[in-house]
């Protein structure tokens, strides 16, 4: 059939499970591809990426089979299930919020709440990493993130297309002039909402940021991840943005790059 893996090789390639997947769903064996690239001496980073729904699937001995070296966190997922993926895997954990988070702010020890005040500062999920409008190295590979949505009601974490473009058009400051040990400036960018050239929803709440285009367009990283449209339960293809992989990894994505 044309749409099928070719060989060992490919299908290992074509390894874009979705923890949904019954060979996840079926306990902690993992398929002989897996097994075959694991023993192969290759540079690849393997990434577990998560956004917006939680995966059951990932409390139990599936998890830990995954065996990824890098979680990505696209954002609108409780911080106890962020917690509980860092301390099971004991890898680092990056993530950017989504527009149902909170907004995060680093704690401040020397401030005092005034009197009535309800909602503290947060810092988020305890031992991961916040890369939003950053640029952190992890794993080998340069990563930076950009959270939140569209603006479509009043709450934290949302952006007009002109704000957008400011926080990105920071960013990619950052990512020109940090010194990379590497030749690429940019492997992975993280972003809660899609770009607006590849994923966006169908509706205004569910538009994608033109600004993550042109992010993509300039730096040619090998791997965009997102979050913020729901599939459904069905597993979307993956897009392309010139040579960059464009992937909606909601509810959960193990990826190889
Ligand atoms: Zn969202």
Known sequence: MANEPQ????????????PRDPW????????ACAREEASRAHSQTKILAVADEVDESLYGDALPALVPDLVLACGDLPFDYLEYLVTRLNVPLLYVPGNHDPELRPIDTTWTPPPGFIEPPTAGPEGCINVDGRLVEESGLRVAGLGGSIRY??????????????RATKLAARIRFQPASGGRKLDVLITHSP???????????HAGFVAFDRLIRRFHP???????????GRVLPERQI????VVN????RLLEI
């Open 249 to 252: 990894v909601v509810a959960a």
């Open 222 to 232: 090998l791997l965009a991840v997102h979050g913020h449209v729901h599939p459904y």
């Open 195 to 205: 770009p607006a050239a590849a994923g966006e929803g169908q509706d205004p709440a």
């Open 7 to 18: 060989s060992l090789f490919n299908l290992c390639a074509w390894a874009i499970w979705n």
């Open 24 to 31: 996840l769903r079926s306990g902690p064996a993992r398929p």
């Open 242 to 245: 010139e040579t960059t992989r």
């Open 153 to 166: 009601k009043p709450g934290p974490n949302q952006y007009s297309q002109r704000q957008m473009s400011w």
